[in-house]
Structure formats: C-alpha cells, structure tokens
C-alpha cells in the first residue's frame, strides 16, 4: 500500500471514528479549524503577517462558528457542568483514572466534555485577542499587551491542541486496535 493510499485510509477511519463524537457538521467545523490553526503557525513562524491577518479573520468567523456550534447542539452546561455545581460525572471519570482506567468512554458533563470545554475558552481568547490586536494595529496604534495577550493565549491553545490532540489520536488507535480484533461478520 503506498503513501497516498494509507493516508487517505487513516484519515478516513479518523472521520469515521470522530463521527461517534461529532455530527458532520461540527466535524467538518473541527476539521476546518485545526488545519487553519496550524496554517496560522507557519504563517506567523514564517514572517507572512498579511496572509496571517487574513487567514486569522477567516479563522475568527469558523472558530467562533465551531464554538457557537457546539454550545448551540449541546448547551454550555454540558462542556461547563462546574459552573452549576454539577461535578458528579467528572468526579466519576477522574476516580476512573485515578484507578488506572486510562480510557474512558467520554459522557456528558464528563472529562472528555470538560477538556473540550476548555479547548472552546483557549480558542475563544486567542481569536478574541488576536482580534484586538489587529483591530489597534488597524487604528495606528498596535497595543502591545493585546499582542501580548494573544501571545499567551496563542501557547495556551498550542499546549491544549497537543494534549487534545494526543488524546484523541490515543483513543483512534486504541479504537482501531479493538475493531481489527472483532470478528467480521460475512
């Protein structure tokens, strides 16, 4: 099997495993958002600040599309249960870990639920950041702590999308690795 075959193997499995997650569109949203976020890296690595001001307003309109998605679909109470006092699932998956129980089927107000609901703040704060920053720069007067801010928020989001990213690519593999032990109906 070559390169290009295995690759769109794997990312079709990926689709298909983060569709006992997501509805299309949210994946798509997801999709969309995680291939800007790393473009908007490179280009901000590379010194291609025009092209990351406008890919960082397009990044603006998905994330917050993707953020608004996701609470709309299935309400703040569900990635934010703490803020209720709702800390019943959540207590239930870390006593799991805390018990050696490294995966954990992700639940409503759970682990899974409170992790995304953290990723939703990193990317609302570096969008809203990055934001004030172009906005001041548009003005004449480039704010240095919303270049600052946004800065924080920017590592922030980096450190959540490996440790998300990490996870989730754990849980595909583990997935992948129990359904080539089920047998196969004919």
Do not use: E, N
Not at 70 to 79: K, N
Not at 95 to 114: E, H, M, N, Q
């Amino acid at each position: 099997m070559g390169l290009g075959k295995m690759l769109k193997t794997q990312l079709g499995l990926l689709w298909k495993f983060l569709g006992f997650f997501q509805p299309p569109v949210l994946r798509f949203l997801h999709a969309l958002v995680v291939c800007l976020i790393m473009v908007q890296v490179l280009t901000q690595l590379f010194g291609l600040g025009a092209v990351h001001m406008i890919l960082g307003l397009v990044l603006c309109v998905l994330g917050f599309g993707l953020v608004a998605c996701g609470l709309g679909m299935r309400g703040p109470r569900h990635y934010f249960p703490y803020l209720w006092g709702d800390m019943a699932q959540l207590a239930s998956d870390v006593a799991a870990i805390r018990s050696g129980k490294l995966i954990i089927a992700p639940r409503p107000k759970g682990l899974a639920c409170v992790v995304q609901g953290l990723g939703m703040g990193a990317l609302s704060m570096t969008l809203l950041t990055g934001l004030w920053w172009f906005r001041s720069w548009q003005m004449g007067d480039a704010s240095h702590t919303a270049a600052s801010l946004h800065s924080v928020f920017v590592w922030l989001l980096m450190a959540y999308a490996v440790g998300h990213g990490g996870m989730a690519l754990g849980h595909f593999f583990f997935w992948k690795q129990a359904a080539a032990k089920k047998p196969r109906a004919s």
